[in-house]
Each structure stands twice: as C-alpha cells, then as structure tokens.
C-alpha cells in the first residue's frame, strides 16, 4: 500500500548538516508534488520546502532558504532535503508529504534536532 518512509533524522550541532530521506511507495511518485513540512513542540506545522512534478521547480519558507535544499530522484523514488548551516530554531519533527490533486499522503516525521 501507499508508504513514505522517512530517515536521516537526529541529532547535529549548530551549524552542521543534515539530510532527509523519503522513499515512496505505492503511487506513481513521478507524479506527484513532494513536500517537506515541520512542527515543533507548542507550535503549527508550516511548510519548509516544495519540489514540483512538471520541470521540477523548488520554493522554500524564508526562513530556511539559502540553506536548506529539496531534491528529488524519480529513479528510487525518494525525495531529499539537505540541511546545512542548521540552528537551534530548525529543531523540529519533519514530515514528508505527497500531493496530487486531492490526493494527499504524510510520512510518520522524523526527529531533527540542533543544540550543543
């Protein structure tokens, strides 16, 4: 059935590194619009970043663009978010989504955390 399995998450130091990993199944995810949102504790999940289907265009939150970057590989079916210069303020649950029409999928969240 429908999947998005998450990984990559943990624990990193202000200003290292981190990348995210979605892998999908049960769709056709060449198809569909990948999305990465997240939500920490007390407050609303928002939006980070958007990768497209058709041409593969990006957007980003202001408050991550210039160091965070969303890619997708059709070819394994997974969609990255690369995360540099990371600070305490990117701590959060991560979520993977799927969108197409009104067809939308969630991955489970992955934990990332930044502190020294």
């Known amino acids: 059935q429908v999947q998005l399995v998450e990984s990559g998450g943990g624990l990193v130091q202000p200003g290292g590194s981190l990348r995210l990993s979605c892998r999908a199944s049960?769709?056709?995810?060449?198809?569909?619009?990948m999305n990465w949102y997240r939500q920490a504790p007390g407050k609303e999940r928002e939006f980070v970043a958007v990768?497209?289907?058709?041409?593969?265009?990006?957007n980003y939150a202001a408050s991550v663009k210039g160091r965070f970057t969303i890619s997708r590989d059709n070819a394994k079916n997974t969609v990255y978010l690369q995360m540099n210069s990371l600070k305490p303020e990117d701590t959060a649950v991560y979520y993977c989504?799927?969108?197409?029409?009104?067809?939308?999928?969630w991955g489970q969240g992955t934990q990332v955390t930044v502190s020294s």
């Open positions: 989504n799927a969108r197409l029409a009104s067809v939308s999928y």
């Open positions: 990768i497209r289907s058709v041409i593969g265009s990006t």
């Open positions: 049960g769709f056709t995810f060449s198809s569909y619009t």
